[in-house]
């Protein structure tokens, strides 16, 4: 089966850059597909420099939803938005003002590639951070999500005035074009240790797929609790996939509630371990066809986490409600969309989302639904 590589180099124009991020294509294009992937054919997709978060958005989405292994090239800037201080990946219109509107948030790309099957998507990321963002990447780990391995790093600001180079991904892209492809951990290990000689030394944030890992060897990947089914104690992630392969809609949808039950016990409600596994619950019934029991489990994602604090404007809560927005609009049931549409329009006024007229769109739907049921016999 072929694989999917997505370049992407993104970094802010004019004095707010810190890194010559897209100086790194080049390199990297110069590779074979084939060993930029580690199957024997490719597709590759390069994003250099783009100016809006949608169309970033749009190629990671199709990147995820494609067959086969995923390897992620990522080079750019880190910046924070300093209302919800949350993590953007700076693009080309992007400053300190205007990060929550122009840039990409990272929450984004775990939402993307949080259903992957386990172990088939790799993203080596070579990110700089200024100050404000560094500070706080320091407590804060920084992951895609447990499915996916992360390798990396995150580097401090360089001097002032000074424009950094993506010496990591340089490193890892110089190593490829060997034509030979170590495994990632090899590779990262490689390409880390050039690094580290050509800028000076370590101080880097290392990224592993254990999380943020200074000065110490490749961490192995989170473990999970122990489920009560055993077939699914090395990964949940996994059994979910094969389930949904094979058909066994109502089969995954019991696993991921007994996951989520477990988290509920062992963290409570509202907490993220909760809330994954009700998205995952969520995501299923899209997958079975069911867009009314996703819609209503997406507007249960939404409230818990408004209910624990998050804001209106936290993107984990602005994409729950897009996808109960969209589920709704696909329900084939005119009482049951009915029915949730209230609801729907209660959190879309208090999360109106980047999409203008959103709130409009639900209301003058609901109308419709209304005559429709009323002129029903």
Not at 92 to 103: N, Q
């Amino acid at each position: 089966m072929p694989g999917t590589v997505l370049l992407l180099a993104a970094s802010p124009a004019g004095k707010g850059c810190l890194v010559d991020a897209a100086s790194v294509l080049p390199v990297l294009a110069a590779v074979a597909p084939p060993v930029l992937s580690g199957t024997d054919t490719a597709n590759v997709v390069e994003l250099a420099d783009p100016l809006e978060p949608q169309a970033v958005l749009t190629r990671l989405r199709a990147a995820a939803t494609a067959p086969g292994p995923l390897t992620m090239f990522l080079s750019g800037q880190l910046q924070l938005d300093r209302r919800q201080h949350l993590p953007y990946l700076a693009l080309a219109r992007t400053t300190p003002a205007t990060v929550r509107y122009t840039g990409f948030p990272w929450q984004w790309i775990r939402e993307e590639l949080r259903l992957r099957p386990p172990g088939t998507t790799t993203v080596f990321a070579d990110l700089h951070a200024d100050s404000e963002t560094w500070r706080y990447l320091r407590t804060a780990p920084l992951d895609c999500g447990p499915a996916v391995l992360l390798y990396g790093r995150v580097a401090p600001p360089p001097p002032r005035r000074a424009l950094a180079v993506p010496a990591y991904m340089k490193a890892v892209a110089t190593l490829l074009r060997s034509g030979l492809r170590p495994d990632p951990a090899t590779l990262h290990h490689q390409a880390l240790t050039r690094a580290q000689a050509e800028t000076g030394g370590p101080g880097d944030i290392v990224l592993t797929p254990g999380g943020p890992n200074p000065g110490r060897g490749p961490l192995t990947p989170p473990s999970f609790a122990p489920v009560p089914p055993a077939a699914t104690r090395p990964d949940p992630h996994a059994a979910l996939t094969a389930a949904v392969e094979d058909g066994r809609h109502a089969e995954a949808a019991a696993l991921a509630a007994q996951w989520e039950q477990i988290a509920l016990r062992s963290h409570g409600p509202g907490s993220e371990e909760a809330l994954h596994w009700m998205e995952v619950r969520a995501d299923l019934a899209m997958l079975a066809g069911d867009a009314g029991r996703s819609c209503e489990t997406w507007l249960a994602v939404a409230t818990a986490r408004l209910s624990a604090g998050q804001s209106p404007a936290d993107t984990a809560v602005e994409a729950a409600v897009d996808r109960a927005h969209h589920q709704w609009g696909r329900m084939g049931d005119a009482a049951r969309a009915r029915a949730l549409g209230p609801a729907l329009v209660a959190l879309r006024e208090r999360v109106p989302g980047r999409r203008e007229g959103a709130l409009h769109h639900v209301q003058e739907h609901l109308l419709r639904l209304q005559r429709q049921l009323q002129t029903q016999p």
